[in-house]
């Protein structure tokens, strides 16, 4: 069956810190593959997202993900985090096309000061 | 350009009602997908329509049904509401290339009681 996951619930990290959120699905083929962000009350946000080519894919307000296909991850990174990106982020794909996507549980990001 | 618009934000209704939420896509964008998030279940996709047909659908019962006008606008009905409706119901547009990412509007905040 296909499935996203993303193994940790809950993160904390001090600002000014490096950031790392793990997700892997599950399927016989590369689907598409994207990051979204949700700050409390709104909607999504696109952070990036990956088709094809180069592996290693940058998004907006300074993270990238990193496409593994050895091992079915697609991790986002944020060199220095911001108090801003406290958010809930959520790891989607798209098995059948971008249009019909399966997300993962999310990760909850939390910035100490 | 104006973002993906749900009306209403904020809806209260009772069990076995029934209720109809709005969303107006992108200006250009022909393709609507609906989800549902809840926080035991996360975000699961409900449907999507293109060019006023359902193109694909998620595992929910046939309570919950969708159309799309010809101006690409769509609503999305869900009869004899149960508890478990309660969650927030989000719109997302995008063009009609399977690659087209989906953007999403703020959601509707439906509460059965």
């Known amino acids: 069956a296909q499935s996203v996951t993303q193994p940790d619930i809950h993160i904390t990290v001090s600002e000014g810190a490096s950031l790392e959120l793990r997700c892997n699905y599950s399927?016989?083929?590369?689907?598409?593959l994207f990051w979204y962000v949700q700050s409390p009350g709104q909607g999504l946000q696109l952070l990036l997202k990956?088709?094809?080519?180069?592996?290693l894919v940058q998004g907006i307000k300074g993270f990238e993900a990193e496409f593994k296909r050895s091992q079915s991850s697609f991790n986002l990174r944020k060199p220095s985090v911001h108090w801003s990106d406290a958010a809930e982020y959520f790891c989607?794909?798209?098995?059948?096309?971008?249009?019909?996507?399966?997300f993962g549980q999310g990760t909850r990001l939390t910035i100490n000061p | 350009k104006a973002g993906v618009t749900q009306t209403p934000r904020y809806l209260i209704k009772t069990r076995g009602q029934q209720v109809t939420l709005s969303c107006s896509p992108i200006s250009g964008h022909r393709s609507v997908s609906w989800y549902q998030q809840t926080p035991g279940q996360g975000l699961q996709f409900l449907f999507e329509?293109?060019?006023?047909?359902?193109?694909n659908k998620g595992n929910f019962p046939g309570r919950f049904s969708g159309r799309q006008f010809s101006n690409s606008r769509s609503e999305m009905n869900v009869s004899t509401l149960e508890l478990g409706d309660s969650a927030l119901y989000l719109c997302?547009?995008?063009?009609?290339?399977?690659?087209?990412?989906?953007?999403f509007g703020p959601g509707t905040r439906l509460t059965v009681l």
């Open positions: 997302a547009s995008s063009r009609l290339n399977p690659r087209d990412e989906q953007f």
């Open positions: 329509y293109f060019s006023e047909t359902q193109r």
């Open positions: 399927y016989g083929a590369t689907p598409y």
């Open positions: 990956y088709f094809s080519g180069d592996t």
């Open positions: 989607a794909v798209g098995f059948q096309g971008a249009q019909k996507l399966v």
